[in-house]
């Protein structure tokens, strides 16, 4: 009887070392190192401080702006890949940014990470949207209020930060994290190829799909007299970015 694989060579070893006093060596193949020759670590490799408030001229008061929904609405067209190729964090909703969310991710990141070969940078602009708000107790009425704070809106699929370095994907997924899943909509950390599979798969998920009746066809249709309780949002997004 021929004992094959590597249970077959566990047995023969042990045989031969109870027999004869022998042991046996095997070779082991590791992979490579990977070698980061075109990565340039900047001089300021952690994430800069971003304002509370925008710096506006001096002979002009600060505007207001309504809520504008649409600044969160829908998906991200323009800021939607890794620009160094490598890793950050992507969200998968839309919401606001407060500056204490970005004092957050600037704190949070530059505390754990390792400035002799990572770096970070933001994707996303200082808070720039003002909000209004009334104070306590106040009737309704007597105009708009006076500024509150500033927001920066984000769509689905906007890259918040990235990081990037002489590093892997084991070694930064902690740091990044312990950040995402304080951020006030849902995001996840993810890598250049995580991003590129999920695009590759989300397009082979249209193509190849069978079922003629999908919630596109439906609204377009207006199967069911759908239109009759649909919202706007749906007839232009189809179900997707509430």
């Not at 094959?4 to 046996?24: A, E, P, T, V």
């Not at 939607?80 to 949070?108: C, D, P």
């Not at 704070?149 to 918040?160: A, D, L």
Request: proline share 6%; net charge positive.
């Amino acid at each position: 009887m021929l004992l094959k694989g590597g249970f077959g060579r566990l047995i023969l070893s042990g045989l031969l070392r109870q027999q004869h006093n022998q042991q046996i060596a095997t070779l082991k193949h590791f992979a490579p190192p990977i070698e980061y020759k075109d990565v340039v670590i900047p001089e300021r490799p952690k994430l800069r401080f971003m304002d509370k408030v925008p710096i506006l001229p001096s002979n002009m008061k600060a505007p207001k702006l309504q809520k504008k929904l649409k600044f969160m609405r829908g998906p991200e067209t323009v800021h939607n890949s890794l620009l160094h190729k490598q890793y950050g964090i992507v969200a998968t909703g839309g919401g606001r940014l407060r500056w204490g969310h970005f004092e957050m991710i600037r704190l949070g990141i530059g505390r754990k990470m390792d400035v002799s070969r990572m770096f970070a940078a933001w994707r996303v602009d200082a808070p720039w949207q003002p909000i209004t708000k009334k104070g306590q107790g106040q009737r309704m009425g007597g105009g708009k209020s006076a500024i509150d704070h500033y927001v920066t809106p984000v769509k689905s699929g906007r890259v918040i930060v990235e990081m990037a370095g002489k590093c892997e994907f084991a070694e930064v997924k902690p740091i990044l994290e312990t950040v995402c899943h304080k951020l006030p909509f849902k995001a996840m950390v993810v890598s250049h190829e995580m991003l590129e599979e999920m695009k590759a798969e989300e397009e082979r998920l249209e193509r190849d799909n069978l079922n003629e009746y999908s919630l596109k066809y439906i609204i377009q249709n207006n199967m069911g007299g759908c239109h009759r309780w649909l919202s706007p949002v749906d007839h232009k997004w189809f179900g997707k970015y509430h």
